[in-house]
């Protein structure tokens, strides 16, 4: 009987420990985050409450550690870091019976106060009483931003724009303020009420000096006239009137050798301003051909200009610098060291260019291909530049002459702007957006991307100081998104370099044909050959992967002498 009563005791005992270690099991603790796959997400500064739910945590020991340091013994954890970037936390909770830990990650976002850019004109903002001035800033960070403007000190509009107009002359002291949650920024200028007589009248001469060999017809433009309001411009040719109209454009006849003294006058009801330009007429085509020889090189063998527009890729990527030229002869010296080993170079955004000349002539064959510019396109992926060609007319070995745009596929098209400018502007702070205008009322910027290029500036020193204007032909900008978030920038027909057009790319080179060389006017320009290139950037757009639409160029090859290119 007292073995029976042992065994039972036994067995008991056994029994009850069973149930013992279940119920120190179920005892333990457990963590359920607030958030999915504990993955948080704050702004650099502020506070971030983590406070998950617990089972089982009274009077549980509570450990936090960021960095293998210990930052919290709390429940719930309040999370602040001032400098962006991804940060790991570790929870462990502990009772008697046992322990749970857990993993979580938070990343902390820079804060994204709206930033005013205000591209003020030299002078001031002026207008006339009466007129209209459309006020502009670009917004950084604006997106949700609230917008307040004030005219002395009174409160007059809420958007992003303002439609300043007064009738009465003088000085109004205007502010323009963003804000949103994350800070505000706020600029203050003053816009001059004039009358008509007082309004500065201004235009711009890209080019004052022409080169035209004799037998050759030219334009003479003035651009971009301001506050011109009833002028009248008058042409005169070595002292002899020869036109008078509105026409701030000038068709000049090269018939006769030599220098000639144009000058250009406007007049209106209020003021009188004079640009005088040089033109040189040359010897006729031909006198200063140089046929190519055993010794010639198919490639082009000096870069004259580098001049690209802003852009991402122009000068770095995220792993540091391409190079780091402050002269034109310096940027120009690198880019012809890339041509010769068949290395890429952007040309930045709309406008942005390169010319490069050979060290012979290179014919024209009346029809067939006579050029050949290697790019990188891609069937969904291309960057249209226009090419434009000159000849020498003048012998020096400078391109200073007179250039052709060879036309493509869209040159008809009335989507093509003709006559186009877009000035870029200098930012004033590091890593800043580079803002441009148009001579359409158009504009807008060349955004900053520090991850794919975290160079301050995008706008390249070598660049005319505060601003720099580019003028050619616009190309209709065709990028979109496709449906499964690919973004597309489809190539035209033929006739652009870094287009992989249907007809003229023979999956390395865009081929072209000097006899679609373009007079100003739209003629053919019946060109006997070519000594110089000019690529230019021909679209104006830009998508969120990509950036700026921007041509990039490998090198410039006579197609005649192609076959020298793998000798």
């Keep these: 009987m007292r073995k029976t009563l042992s065994l ?3 067995l008991l005992a056994v029994a009850c420990g069973g149930d013992e270690q279940t119920d120190t099991s179920a005892l333990q603790p457990t963590i359920t985050q607030q958030e999915a796959n504990a993955r948080y997400r704050v702004k650099a500064g502020r506070e971030l409450l983590i406070a998950p739910s617990y089972t089982n945590a009274e009077g549980a020991r509570f450990t936090w550690t960021c960095d293998d340091e210990v930052v919290c013994r709390e429940a719930s954890y309040v999370f602040r870091r001032d400098k962006a970037g991804i940060y790991y936390l570790s929870l462990r909770v502990e009772n008697d019976y046992g322990a749970a830990e857990d993993e979580l990650r938070v990343r902390v976002d820079a804060l994204e106060a709206p930033c005013i850019t205000l591209i003020e004109p030299v002078g001031g903002f002026t207008v006339a009483a009466d007129a209209e001035l459309t006020i502009a800033p670009t917004v950084e960070n604006g997106q949700t931003a609230r917008f307040r403007w004030t005219i002395d000190g009174e409160m007059v509009g809420e958007a992003a724009e303002y439609l300043f107009r007064r009738h009465e002359c003088g000085d109004y002291e205007v502010t323009f303020s963003a804000a949103n949650d994350d800070g505000e920024d706020s600029v203050s200028f003053t816009v001059k009420v004039l009358s008509p007589e007082q309004m500065p009248f201004s235009w711009e001469f890209p080019q004052t000096a022409y080169n035209v060999a004799r037998g050759r017809t030219i334009r003479l433009k003035g651009w971009n006239p301001v506050n011109a309001f009833d002028a009248e411009y008058i042409w005169e040719v070595d002292g002899t009137e020869r036109q008078r109209g509105a026409q701030l454009e000038y068709r000049f006849e090269a018939l006769e050798e030599g220098p000639h003294e144009v000058t250009v006058t406007m007049r209106n009801s209020y003021a009188t301003r004079s640009q005088t330009l040089s033109v040189n007429v040359c010897a006729a085509e031909g006198t200063y051909y140089r046929p190519a020889d055993a010794a010639s090189r198919a490639s082009t063998v000096r870069v004259f200009e580098y001049l690209p527009a802003p852009g991402l890729w122009v000068s770095g990527y995220m792993y540091g610098p391409l190079f780091t030229a402050t002269t034109m002869a310096e940027a120009c010296a690198h880019v012809q060291s890339r041509f010769d080993i068949n290395y890429m170079i952007s040309l930045g955004a709309w406008g942005g260019y390169v010319v490069a000349g050979f060290d012979h002539s290179v014919d024209n064959s009346g029809g067939g291909v006579d050029l050949a510019i290697r790019g990188n396109p891609y069937s969904y992926q291309s960057e249209p530049g226009v090419v434009w060609v000159a000849q020498d007319e003048n012998g020096d070995g400078e391109p200073n002459d007179t250039w052709y745009e060879l036309a493509g596929s869209e040159y008809d098209s009335a989507e093509t702007i003709y006559d186009y400018s877009v000035t870029y502007y200098q930012p004033t702070r590091a890593q800043a957006a580079v803002v441009w205008r148009d001579n359409r009322g158009g504009g807008g910027t060349i955004d900053h991307n520090a991850y794919w290029n975290p160079s301050d500036s995008y706008y390249q020193p070598w660049l005319p100081e505060g ?16 449906a499964s978030g690919q973004t597309v920038v489809p190539p035209y027909d033929w006739g652009y370099a870094d287009n992989a057009g249907k007809s003229d790319y023979d999956g390395q080179f865009c081929l072209f044909r000097l ?11 019946d060109l006997k050959y070519i000594d110089f290139v000019k690529i230019q950037t021909g679209q104006m757009g830009k998508t969120a992967l990509l950036g700026e639409t921007s041509t990039e160029v490998h090198h410039i090859v006579d197609y005649h002498l192609i076959d020298r290119e793998t000798e």
């Design 515 to 525: 006899s679609n060389a373009r007079t100003f006017d739209g003629r053919p320009a």
């Design 8 to 10: 039972l005791a036994a």
């Design 467 to 482: 601003e720099c204007t580019f003028y050619g032909t616009r190309l209709l900008d065709r990028s979109y998104v496709d």
